[in-house]
């Protein structure tokens, strides 16, 4: 039987982490528990779940930050940044969709967004969430208060945890606070298509926009067996493969480099600009890797195989056109080909095969969906180099000595081999 503890303020968190320190009692930390999945199970049959601590504590338009309790579900968030026609500017897709565990739109925390570090098609241009983390407040594995940076973009207060806490998936403290720089929404956005079948001409058609001085925001390609999920119709009456390239700003602007971008995009295909009203809904397809989301109907045991393999956007073409033919799956490409998602149907993982591949251009794959039978037999976080290994173990060391936060969510109890 599985215990849960439920903190509602901060100093019950740590009054249940000192309770788990001393009692040697490993925890399981989530908020929603939408990402779950996510990642290798946890080792431990107690639950600290942090959904109970919610709200948005302050919230000041004028000064571009946000501040909630890690609980707090990303719709309220969301809905709240929308009123005053504001966004968080790195775009987070819809990952419990992607993982089958829940397809409602936002589903999740504000936490456990900054946790696993999501990011959509802006990265290119503004990074990574935890590029947008102003500071947080957390419980560490020893069940001592600590907290880095504060509520203004020039603060100096601490080290930059807050970067060595996004991506940690709860392994180094529980965060009970964060706060996030927000951003204006664009005076406008607007999307060119670039007819395309091949994902290495793809790939020269994304380092091409990217290179120019047009100031692309984002730029994704997909095949044509995909992009009847787009629900854009421009997209499936063109019938083919696609590249988008989307740019932002003001409306003069967007207006003279969508023109621009048309013309130094003509030599490697039909180009065609995307309706306004259709750009959003486009990009957030791709944020969410919509074509890859499982049927409502598909169990975790039986959705396909997804890998999200990272590398450099020069290569992208290039290594998709390889992982399509060793693996026989499709492909999207999004960050301007620096991000490849991989969906393979069928019970090989090609784990092997497809970390080999990456790792020719100093890439890296992290396996996002699989059964979690296959996700207790091999790797699915990208195996660290020795020398990065021994870093990380004397980090988590000085957080969590006792190993109490989110045993084995980064590695399995016992790795078996990459070959499955």
């Known amino acids: 039987m599985v215990d849960i503890l439920t903190p509602t303020t901060p100093d019950q968190l ?70 005053k026609n504001q966004q968080f500017h790195f775009e987070p897709g819809n990952f ?30 503004v990074g990574a969430a ?18 880095s940076g504060g509520r203004v973009m020039k603060n100096v207060t601490g080290f930059d945890l807050s970067k060595l806490m996004a991506g940690s998936f709860g392994t180094l403290g529980v965060m009970h606070t964060v706060t996030l720089k927000v951003m204006p929404c664009d005076e406008q956005s607007a999307t060119i298509l670039v007819t395309c079948d091949d994902p290495k001409t793809a790939g020269t058609i994304m380092t091409a926009a990217l290179g120019s001085e047009n100031e692309v925001s984002a730029a994704a390609w997909i095949s044509s067996a995909d992009i009847t999920s787009l629900d854009v119709p421009l997209a499936l009456e063109i019938g083919s493969g696609l590249v988008a390239v989307r740019v932002e700003g003001p ?17 490697y295909g039909e180009t065609r600009p995307l309706a306004e009203s259709y750009s ?26 997804l890998w999200r393999v990272s590398v450099p956007p020069a290569s992208g073409g290039e290594i998709a056109a390889r992982l399509m033919d060793v693996t026989g799956g499709r492909v999207i490409m999004d ?21 080999d591949i990456a790792m020719t251009v ?59």
């Open 14 to 83: 740590r009054e249940a982490v000192g309770w788990a320190l001393g009692a040697k009692t490993p925890l399981e930390v989530i908020g929603s528990g939408s990402k779950r999945s996510f990642g290798h199970a946890v080792q431990a049959d107690t639950v600290l779940d942090c959904s109970a601590l919610s709200g948005i504590l302050f919230y000041q338009p004028e000064e571009l930050v946000i501040s909630a309790r890690v609980g707090t579900p990303l719709a309220d968030i969301k809905a709240a940044l929308a009123e």
């Open 96 to 125: 419990p969709a992607l993982l089958g565990d829940g397809a409602a739109t936002d589903a999740g925390t504000i936490g456990g967004l900054v946790a696993t570090n999501i990011a959509g098609p802006r990265r290119i241009k």
């Open 130 to 147: 935890r590029d947008h983390v102003l500071g947080f407040e957390a419980i560490s594995g020893r069940a001592e208060d600590f907290k």
């Open 251 to 267: 409306t003069p602007s967007v207006a003279w480099r969508i023109d621009a971008l048309c013309k130094h995009l003509a030599q």
């Open 280 to 305: 959003q809904r486009l990009w957030q397809c791709v944020a969410d890797v919509k074509p890859f989301i499982p049927a409502a109907d598909a169990s975790a045991d039986n959705a396909s195989l």
């Open 335 to 355: 960050w301007a080909g620096g991000l490849i998602w991989l969906q393979i149907n069928g019970l090989d993982a090609f784990a092997q095969q497809v970390r």
């Open 362 to 420: 100093d890439g890296q794959a992290v396996l996002v969906r699989a059964p979690a039978s296959m996700r207790q037999r091999i790797s699915v976080f990208h195996p660290e180099n020795p020398a990065l290994a021994r870093i990380n173990a004397k980090i988590k060391d000085n957080f969590d000595p006792e190993g109490i936060l989110n045993p084995g969510r980064l590695a399995p109890s016992s790795t078996m081999g990459e070959g499955a």
